[in-house]
């Protein structure tokens, strides 16, 4: 039997990352499960880094040039 990994949704990183009020909590608790899980048990898409920081940005007010918005966002996905 082939396990499959599991796809983590873009909305898990911005829930997480953006401290959301209902959805941050239970987010950070998936993180914690993906950090401790064998390697390969779950994936997201490539475009979950580029798409994170502009939906952060927006949230926020920053902009894109500034990298340290954007290193802080992707620093933490990789």
Do not use: C, Q
């Not at 983590?8 to 997480?16: L, S």
């Not at 993906?34 to 580029?50: F, V």
Request: aromatic share 12%.
């Amino acid at each position: 039997m082939v396990d499959f990994p599991t796809y983590v949704d873009i909305n898990v990183f911005v829930y997480w990352l953006g401290n959301h009020p209902s959805f941050g909590e239970t987010a950070h608790g998936w993180i914690k499960r993906i950090e401790e899980a064998p390697r390969g048990r779950y994936m997201t898409s490539s475009l979950t880094l580029y798409e994170t920081p502009v939906i952060i940005a927006s949230l926020t007010g920053g902009i894109l040039r500034d990298s340290s918005l954007v290193e802080g966002v992707i620093n933490p996905i990789t």
